[in-house]
């Protein structure tokens, strides 16, 4: 659906029926109309003419709001359950997110759900040692009165920002680490994840 954006303040409402597994974006095009390309072999891409003296024009949200029927058999979605596990949640009542966690035994929690965080993502082994610094990272968070979710993300974003997440080294021949490397090469060049325990035993 297009929208002629005017130079007043408006309100633009839409209406969106998504199947399984799409979604929807909003995005501008600049005047004039850029040209759609998709030379032979190659992916599409938009060709915009010269920018013109002053630039093209803009616009800016103030505010985006999305409402829609959640199916309540499938909520909260896996993602949230992969962050989260099966922790739950209410309405926030102070921090940066939307919703908070209820946990009896927040630093236990933390702790289990962090391990299992790195377990599914790391590309190589993760040291004791490694994880219980991430562990400090979210427990010291917890004790400043960070919410627990908060906290957890803030671990997270940790370890996907390390080098061991970020680079897959190369060990020495001969070494368990260099047979670990291989199947993590190995399955990222064919399935662009970790490997899974049967390419482990291998």
């Not at 597994?21 to 501008?28: D, G, I, W």
């Not at 800016?60 to 499938?74: K, N, V």
Request: net charge negative.
């Amino acid at each position: 659906e297009t929208f002629d954006i005017q130079p007043e303040v408006g309100i633009y409402e839409t209406t969106i029926l998504l199947k399984q597994n799409e979604t929807f974006e909003y995005s501008l095009l600049g005047l004039p109309v850029p040209r759609a390309i998709n030379p032979r072999n190659a992916p599409l891409y938009y060709d915009f003419p010269p920018m013109p003296e002053g630039g093209h024009p803009g616009v800016a949200f103030q505010w985006l709001e999305i409402t829609g029927p959640l199916d309540s058999e499938t909520w909260p979605p896996a993602s949230h359950q992969r962050l989260f596990g099966e922790l739950p949640m209410r309405a926030a009542e102070k921090g940066t997110l939307p919703i908070e966690l209820i946990s009896t035994q927040p630093a236990e929690d933390a702790k289990r759900l962090l391990r299992r965080f790195i377990q599914r993502a790391e590309r190589v082994p993760t040291s004791e040692d490694m994880i219980q610094i991430y562990e400090r990272l979210v427990t010291d968070e917890l004790e400043a009165g960070t919410p627990l979710a908060e906290a957890l993300l803030s671990g997270y974003t940790a370890f996907l920002c390390s080098a061991p997440f970020l680079y897959l080294p190369e060990p020495r021949a001969g070494t368990p680490q260099r047979e670990y490397a291989v199947a993590a090469r190995l399955s990222h060049f064919l399935g662009n994840t970790r490997p899974d325990d049967e390419l482990k035993r291998l």
